[in-house]
């Protein structure tokens, strides 16, 4: 069975603070897929980033960069310099790299940025 | 760029009528899925559909759901007879791998289901 854990419910910071979200993992596959989404007010999912299990080199995309550590079963989120628009709910998901293309969500961690 | 799209938007409903949600995949994707969030919770599975059938459902989706691809375009989520706690969103998503998966699943803007 997969499981996903975002320990921080809600989380909020001052506008321009760096702010990291967490996240672990479970799953008995060898292979698979790390995911963080984004829920604005709105309510639509936004796809941030995919990670593949093989690869476990940082990625920086602009202020947000992720952090994942496979030894430790985490996949870590930061916004560096965080604005308004940044507040969000956060997802973290997991999926297997064979079979069905099917996600398992964490409970996600709702960030406000005060300005 | 090629998206998932929901309609509707938003629908609000009468406890116990049936409801069809309907989503239109990415033309060449094979997998298709439904996904639901209750108001303040995670995102959970609910069913995936692959050569028209279903190929996996969770303990959520009970015989009061059904899904169909009635055309070539058209996936759809049918609720037989709407109970108050499946109000929520529902976001249709797909992908175009079969078996070696990509990772890649595009999800449509949801479909909000309020019943009353």
């Known amino acids: 069975a997969q499981k996903v854990t975002q320990a921080q419910t809600e989380i909020s910071v001052v506008e321009k603070e760096d702010v990291t979200l967490d996240c672990v993992y479970e799953t008995r596959d060898t292979t698979y897929y790390l995911f963080w989404y984004k829920q604005p007010p709105s309510g639509e999912l936004v796809f941030l980033i995919r990670?593949?299990?093989?690869?476990?080199q940082n990625e920086i995309s602009g202020r947000y960069s992720w952090n994942f550590q496979k030894s430790t079963s985490s996949f870590n989120f930061t916004i560096t310099a965080s604005q308004v628009v940044d507040s969000a709910v956060y997802f973290c998901a997991l999926s297997p790299r064979f079979g069905n293309e099917k996600l398992t969500f964490g409970t996600g961690t709702r960030l406000t940025i005060i300005p | 760029e090629p998206e998932v799209t929901q309609t509707p938007s938003h629908q609000v409903t009468q406890m116990g009528q049936e409801v069809i949600l309907r989503c239109v995949p990415i033309?060449?994707?094979?997998?298709f899925y439904w996904y639901r969030q209750i108001l303040g919770q995670k995102v959970e599975f609910l069913v995936s559909f692959y050569n028209n059938e279903i190929s996996e459902k969770s303990e959520i989706f009970d015989d009061q759901f059904s899904v169909e691809r009635p055309d070539g375009s058209n996936f759809t989520l049918k609720i037989r007879s709407t109970k108050l706690e499946d109000s929520a969103m529902y976001f249709c998503?797909?992908?175009?791998?079969?078996?070696?998966?990509?990772?890649?699943?595009?999800f449509g803007e949801g479909s909000r289901l309020t019943v009353l």
């Open positions: 998503a797909s992908s175009r791998a079969a078996g070696a998966n990509t990772g890649e699943l595009f």
């Open positions: 990670r593949n299990s093989f690869d476990e």
């Open positions: 033309s060449n994707h094979l997998y």
